[in-house]
C-alpha cells in the first residue's frame, strides 16, 4: 500500500509495523524446532533505518525521508549471532541473519511517499536458505 504522508498517518504506520511483526513471527516460529536440532534459537525483532543519513537504531526513528523499518530474524547460539565461515573469498564469514523492510517513506515529487509492504512470501525462502548455510556449515 502507498500514500502521501501526513503527521495524522503515523498511527497507520505504527498498526501495520505490530501487524507485520505478528504476522512473521507467527510464520518464523515454525522454524524455530529445526534451528533448535544445532542448538540455536532465532532473535526476531524490529529495526529501524534512516537510509539517507546512515542512521540505525533498535529503537523508533522519526518519520522523515529516508525512514525504513524492517524485522529482522537472526540466527544466535548462547545469545550470540551465528557466523559461518566463507569459502567464496568475499567474506570472511556470514551472519546468519535476515531482514524484510515492512515500512518506508521516501520523498517523490516534493511528497513524502509512504510505502507499507504486507508481503511474506520471502520469509519460506529466506528461512530455509539460512537453515541450508547453517546445516552445511557445521
Not at 505478528?22 to 542448538?39: G, P, Q, T, V
Not at 520469509?123 to 557445521?138: A, H, Y
Request: hydrophobic share 30%; net charge negative.
Amino acid at each position: 500500500m502507498k500514500f502521501v504522508y501526513t503527521s495524522d498517518k503515523d498511527d497507520e504506520i505504527v498498526k501495520h509495523e505490530k501487524i507485520m511483526l505478528e504476522k512473521c513471527s507467527n510464520i518464523l516460529d515454525s522454524y524455530r524446532a529445526i534451528f533448535k536440532e544445532y542448538n540455536c534459537s532465532l532473535e526476531v525483532g524490529y529495526g529501524w533505518e534512516n537510509f539517507l543519513k546512515k542512521e540505525h537504531s533498535t529503537n523508533r526513528l522519526p518519520f522523515k525521508n529516508g525512514y525504513e523499518c524492517y524485522i529482522y530474524c537472526e540466527v544466535q547460539k548462547d545469545g550470540t549471532e551465528v557466523r559461518i565461515g566463507s569459502n567464496d573469498g568475499e567474506v570472511d564469514y556470514y551472519v546468519l541473519s535476515v531482514s524484510w523492510t515492512v515500512s518506508s517513506i521516501e520523498r517523490r515529487f516534493f511528497k513524502l511517499n509512504v510505502s507499507l509492504s504486507s508481503d511474506t512470501d520471502d520469509i519460506e525462502n529466506d528461512m530455509n536458505e539460512l537453515f541450508q548455510l547453517l546445516s552445511n556449515g557445521k
